[in-house]
């Protein structure tokens, strides 16, 4: 099982890794498949066991999920899931109307709390440049705290599926329309898509040049040199949609 902790070995076999009781517990109630689950005496005691009723079930000691876990602190159970299919996530629909575009997004943490915003606001479907880190990987499957089982995300092309998309592309830019102006769209008649760019470089100029409604975030402060891209993520999402 420790092979699984090598992120190539759960792409060749489209799996990926859950730990926790909480993420755990999102996974045994979503429709994703359950390869494996090993769990410690403690969360069978609690009720955890009788939950799994999909593939193999292993009671481990604390030192086995340790060997098991890519956590500094290993919680209780660890799962092997399967990947769904991007089909499977067409009834999800998209809240308002918004699709999250993430270009070249490198930080776990950020994409799993971007992937956790756009759940809260009901965006089901988001779309990466390819060299976006993996929705599977195990740090994103933590941070996005369940998102990973309700959120449809597709690698592409990103400036050529902009290109095509036939809907307005907001992007931040330092040239653009500052969001302290009304920027609500009436997105049920009009969907749109919002492009998140690199944490240090922003949006590359090849997705750039499709964006057709640039934005800014004032920065009101003055002090501060840039905002981490997830929180911009979160502020022009709850504009847009609120």
Known sequence: MAAYRLQKRCDEEAVFVVEGPKLAGEALASGFGIRTVCATAEWSAEGGARRVERGEF???????LERLSSMKTPNQ???????????????????????????????????????RTADWYGIRHIVCSKDTVSCYNPKVVQASMGAVFRTRVDYVDLPQWLAGCGMPVYGASLQGRPITERLTLN???????????????????????????????????????????????????????G
């Open 58 to 64: 292993y009671e481990v000691s604390e030192a086995e």
């Open 77 to 115: 159970v660890w799962m092997l899931v399967e990947r769904k299919g991007l089909d499977d996530f067409k009834d999800l629909g998209d809240s308002e109307g918004l699709v999250l575009a993430l270009d070249r997004i490198q930080d776990p943490g950020n994409m799993g709390t971007m992937m």
């Open 187 to 241: 997105t049920e008649h009009s969907p749109a898509v919002l492009l998140i760019g690199n944490e240090s470089r922003g949006i590359s100029p090849e997705a750039m040049a499709q964006v057709t409604d640039p934005v800014l975030i004032p920065n009101i402060g003055g002090t501060a040199e840039s905002l981490n891209a997830s929180v911009a993520a979160a502020i022009l999402i709850d504009r847009l949609i």
